[in-house]
């Protein structure tokens, strides 16, 4: 985004890899950065994932969200942000990338995770008198 920023004159330009990825191949390493590793049963709007070690369903199809008239294969061409910018789309693997999110995240929910508790502790110290 900085790229565009810097260019001359307001284009449009795809920013995409090129390469194309499915939401299973997405879920399966973001689990596993969050140490759960994922199996797939079913097919289709059948189709789950099961944490291995608990067999808990953690990932499913909702019929909510399901849009059977999307396009089947969405991906971007890069080629004009790569020869007008330099923009190098290979520079961050979509490992890696699916490996940053995961990690921010993490540490987010853990942020949010403590704040919660510390707000808890509070209100029951107030509430017992403890804190003056």
Not at 4 to 16: G, H, M, R, S, T
Not at 33 to 62: F, N, Y
Not at 68 to 80: E, Y
Request: glycine letters at 6%; charged letters at 30%; one cysteine or more.
């Amino acid at each position: 985004m900085w790229l565009i920023l810097q260019n001359d004159k307001p284009e449009d330009f795809v920013i995409a890899t090129g390469v194309q990825h499915c939401v299973r191949e997405f879920a399966t390493l973001a689990f596993h950065h969050a140490g759960i590793e994922i199996e797939w049963l079913g097919s289709g709007m059948d189709e789950k994932g099961i944490d291995k070690a608990t067999g808990k369903v953690v990932v499913e199809v909702s019929p909510d969200f399901y849009r059977p008239t999307d396009v089947v294969n969405l991906w971007g061409d890069p080629t004009k942000a790569k020869t007008e910018l330099g923009w190098n789309p290979t520079k961050t693997s979509f490992e890696e990338l699916v490996e940053l999110m995961t990690k921010h995240d993490m540490e987010k929910v853990a942020v949010e995770r403590a704040e919660e508790h510390i707000r808890m502790n509070l209100a029951e110290y107030l509430e017992k008198g403890v804190v003056k």
